[in-house]
Structure formats: structure tokens, C-alpha cells
């Protein structure tokens, strides 16, 4: 608190709703994606289970990086079980990531 007042960041947080001109924004940018990657994310908040749906809904290919079940798991072309700082290193190091 400060003077008073409750102080937030400017992030969104568990249980919080995005503002709906982000969401909107998040929206335009998986349509106009050639894949969607999730990594590190069970996708159980809804706004971001949203871009996942809506990246299959379009037709876009859907991958998932992440230990565990995911919400989305039964949209995914791919879905890779591993930590997600690992697996990312292995695949940049084999030269499969820029």
C-alpha cells in the first residue's frame, strides 16, 4: 500500500481477468500464427486455454511442452511430457531452435 492505496503491477494474476483489448490482441496474434507452442503451462486458466482453442478452432497446429496433464492436451498434434528449461536447451544445442 502507498498513501493508502493498493499497489499492483501490471501483470495479470491467477484468477484475474486479462483487460479485453489484450485479450483481443493475444486473439489477432494466434490467428495470424503458423503454430501455437505452450510451454510450461496446464492452460487451466481460461485465458489462456482461450488462444489454445482458438489456434485449433482456426486450423493452426497446437504443440504442448509441460510436466503433466494439460487442459488442452486433447487439442494438441503434439504434446511433449519434460521440463520445459531442458528440453528447450537440448533442442537449441542440436540446433532444432534458433
Do not use: W, Y
Not at 59 to 65: C, D, G, V
Amino acid at each position: 500500500k502507498c498513501n493508502s492505496r493498493l499497489m499492483k503491477p501490471d501483470v495479470v494474476f491467477f484468477g484475474d481477468n486479462l483487460p479485453p483489448s489484450r485479450t483481443q490482441e493475444c486473439l489477432g496474434r494466434v490467428q495470424g500464427s503458423d503454430a501455437l507452442l505452450v510451454v510450461g503451462s496446464s492452460l487451466m486458466v481460461f485465458s489462456a486455454f482461450r488462444l489454445a482453442r482458438a489456434a485449433t478452432e482456426n486450423s493452426i497446429p497446437l504443440a504442448i511442452l509441460n510436466i503433466g496433464e494439460t487442459r488442452a492436451d486433447q487439442l494438441a498434434r503434439l504434446k511433449v511430457e519434460g521440463i520445459a528449461g531442458q528440453i528447450l536447451s537440448e533442442l537449441v544445442e542440436g540446433g532444432h531452435l534458433p
